[in-house]
């Protein structure tokens, strides 16, 4: 039986948008937060962004997702949460409750920033029996907040951070969104991680500068989504898009770059910001792990890694941790 979804926390409102903004964007070099990519087109975008033949982060983690799914359940024994940072699609939460060796029901927490995003899961997750689902549109940290104040049934919470949504932290913030997980969850809860690896740089920009330009596209939209939350007036086709390999930070960072002078203004925080021809707004850092680099990160916020599973042909893993 489904059940339909519950909505917890109203969308991040323009004041905070516009703090971000007038914060980010006098720092030096610019940037802009990558989690304003995701208003509803930028959602579809990346999704469209997903199916690319360049970019394996999904298919890689779908296909180790459907090889070891049954694994992951019977190790953590009578499910009855599933908590999932950065739901996107639903679609793998969706693989891994319909694992035939799952057993009772299961309150699926829902936590991202997408409104767009949590509604297409909650649609995917419907018909999935014995799975109620509730959605936090919110940060990591205040929807994890949300969920640890929900009563614990007995059973085990698997929590999910899958589709490399860790690497677009920092390594502090990576860290630090790790151990607020570890708080939101008790001993033998088990978190499961899906990570893109390193791999050759050829391969990272033709999955961050696709040839259809998909990836440019999700990439000006945040100035789109700018214009229209904050009365900006971006011109989106004076700005290129730029995907480059830091190899020494070990993460391909996106860029939007003024193809000529630009003076913008800014409606909401009553600003003007010019940029010189050639400069850039740093948008996105993707961060690339190896397999060793993952375990030792994680079982530093008191995790114990029980399983690692890698994909060799996109260069990804999925690794399975207990809570200690
Ligand atoms: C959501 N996140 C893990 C994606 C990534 O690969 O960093 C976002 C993305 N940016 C460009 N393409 C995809």
Redesign the pocket.
């Known amino acids: 039986m489904s059940h339909p979804p519950i909505l917890t926390k109203p969308r991040a409102d323009t004041a905070r948008i516009a703090a971000d903004v007038e914060y980010y964007l006098q720092l030096w070099p610019r940037q802009l937060p990558?989690r304003y990519?995701y208003d509803a087109l930028g959602s579809a975008l990346?999704e469209a962004?997903c199916r690319l033949p360049w970019?394996g982060?999904t298919r890689a983690e779908e296909r180790l997702l459907q090889a070891h799914r049954d694994e992951i359940v019977e190790r953590a024994g009578r499910i009855s949460r599933i908590v999932e940072l950065?739901s996107g699609s639903g679609d793998k939460l969706r693989t891994l409750a319909l694992s035939p060796v799952r057993t009772g029901t299961v309150a699926a927490h829902l936590i991202d920033v997408s409104p767009a995003a949590l509604a297409a899961a909650a649609h995917v997750l419907a018909d999935v029996p014995r799975l109620s689902v509730v959605t936090h549109e919110a940060e990591y940290e205040d929807g994890l907040d949300l969920f640890a104040r929900e009563p614990r049934e007995i059973g085990t919470t698997l929590a999910l951070f899958l589709?490399?949504?860790i690497?677009?932290f920092d390594r502090p913030g990576a860290e630090s969104r790790l151990r607020n997980l570890r708080m939101a969850l008790a001993r033998h809860d088990r978190f499961v991680i899906g990570v893109?690896l390193v791999k050759p740089e050829p391969a990272l920009m033709l999955?961050?500068d696709d040839p259809l330009g998909v990836?440019a596209a999700?990439?000006r939209n945040l100035l789109v989504h700018l214009n229209r939350e904050l009365g900006a007036n971006f011109d989106p086709q004076a700005f290129a898009h730029r995907a480059l390999w830091n190899e020494s930070e070990s993460r391909?960072e996106?860029h939007l770059v003024a193809t000529t002078l630009q003076q913008v203004h800014i409606d909401t925080l009553n600003l003007d910001v010019r940029f010189e021809a050639g400069e850039a707004i740093w948008t996105?850092s993707?961060y690339k792990y190896t397999p060793h680099d993952i375990v030792t990160m994680v079982e530093r916020a008191s995790f114990r890694s029980e399983a690692q599973w890698i994909d060799d042909a996109d260069g990804f893993a999925l690794t399975l941790f207990r809570a200690v």
Do not use: L
């Open positions: 990558s990519f990346f962004i970019y982060v950065g589709g490399s949504n690497g677009n893109d999955a961050y990836t999700f990439n391909v996106m996105e993707s």
